[in-house]
C-alpha cells in the first residue's frame, strides 16, 4: 500500500456513509473549494466513468485547455486520483493539502471517510491550482456522494446505469438511476 493511502486508512473511518452533512461541513471550514473551481464536468454511473472522464480530458487537453481531473480508485499510487492541470498531484503538495483537511476536521469537531476527506483535498487542490475545467467522478451513487456538493456543474454526464452497490443504492435499476441522476442540476 502507498504512503497516502495507509495515512488515510490510519487517520478516517473506513466505513461507507451516505450524507452530504459532513462533507458540506469540511467544505466550508476549507472556504468552499468547490465554488471557486473552474467549470466541471461531473460525471456519475455505473460503468464507464473513468473511461468517459480519461476521453473528456483528452479531448479538452487536445482542444488546448488546461484540465484538472478527480477519480477513483487509484490503480497504483493514490496520488492518480488528483490530476492539476495535466500532471498527477505531488506527494508534498498532496500531504499539505491533507494536513488542512485534517486541521480543518479538527476545528470544526467532525470526522470524514476517506472518500470525503480526499474529494476534499482534490477540491481544494482544484480550487487553488488554475485551469479552464475540472472533470470529476462520482464515487458511490450520485445525490449523496461527496462529489455532490458542486452546487452548478457545466456538464453533468451519467454512463451507462446497471445494479451496483445494493446494500447502499437500492436493488432495482430505477432505484440506482434515480440516485445517479442526483448531480443532474438545473441550468447545466
Known sequence: MDPISERLRARHPQRIDLSLDRMRALCEALGNPQDRLPPVVHVAGTNGKGSTVALIRAIAEAAGLCVHAYTSPHLVRFNERIRLA????????????????????????????????????????????PADLAVIEVGLGGSLDATNVIARPLLSVITPVDLDHAEFLGTTIEGVAGEKAGILKAGA
Open 86 to 129: 495535466g500532471t498527477l498531484i505531488a506527494d508534498d503538495a498532496l500531504n499539505a493539502i491533507l494536513d488542512r483537511v485534517e486541521a480543518a476536521m479538527v476545528e470544526t469537531g467532525g470526522e470524514a471517510t476517506v472518500f470525503e476527506s480526499t474529494t476534499a483535498a482534490g477540491l481544494l487542490a482544484m480550487s487553488e491550482t
